[in-house]
């Protein structure tokens, strides 16, 4: 896979070369390309926005230069991914499907949001996505391309030491996960629930089960009403 952002500040996007992003990309299991939007500007100010047609606060960002910009950067077949606050929600259903993509362009707003057609232009030669990772609102994309690229990326065949870890995560059933605990026994007077010092496998299974129940049940009720027709089992009615 190769990403591609586009930004103006391009340092904000370093994070991608270090962690598990960069171990990717040293094993040659991904590409990643910043890009300066002001490398496209022609003007001596390098200005990339400017104000709102209509009034009102902020700035817009110029579509001139980005229109030249991701012309430049996007290859065919590109899907590009435009983080806004005012995007759909970014899932771990969408963090699969930009997984299976061989190339994503990351278009980075900042001030008041890029010119509508520049997304509209781009959407007339390839897929693109306005996509938002949470409801609160960041000062600009950049954070946003860090999350989104990194629940993307350690879904990529290889990237995890262990594979069976990213088929139990949090949501790939449809609940959150429950907690976990490792040595000692007990620590600062707490100990570890004693089903999973028992040696039942099943048990452990049982019970993991409901606490991943009982969590969703309090912290996220809405995802219970989401799950799959057929999806809680006998036992599980007993939550
Ligand atoms: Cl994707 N971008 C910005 N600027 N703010 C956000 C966001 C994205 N998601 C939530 N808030």
Known sequence: MRIDVVTIFPDYLEPLRAALLGRAVDRGLLEVGVH???????????????????????????????????????PAGARLVVPTPAGRPFTQELAHAYAAEENLVFAC????????????????????????????????????????????????????????????DSFSDGLLEGPSYTRPEVWRDLAVPDVLRSGNHALVERWRRDQALERTARRRPELLGALPEGSLDAADHAV
């Open 109 to 168: 707003g900042r001030y008041e949001g890029i010119d509508q057609r520049v997304i509209e232009d781009a959407a007339r030669r390839m897929p693109v996505d306005e996509v938002s990772i949470g409801d609160y609102v960041l000062v600009g994309g950049e954070a946003a391309v860090l999350v989104i690229a990194e629940a993307v990326v350690r879904l990529l065949p290889g990237v995890l030491g262990n594979p069976v870890s990213a088929e139990q």
């Open 36 to 74: 300066d939007l002001r490398d496209w500007t022609h003007d001596v100010h390098r200005a990339v926005d400017d104000a709102p047609y209509g009034g009102g606060p902020g700035m817009v960002m110029k579509p001139q230069i980005w229109g030249a910009a991701l012309d430049e950067v996007c």
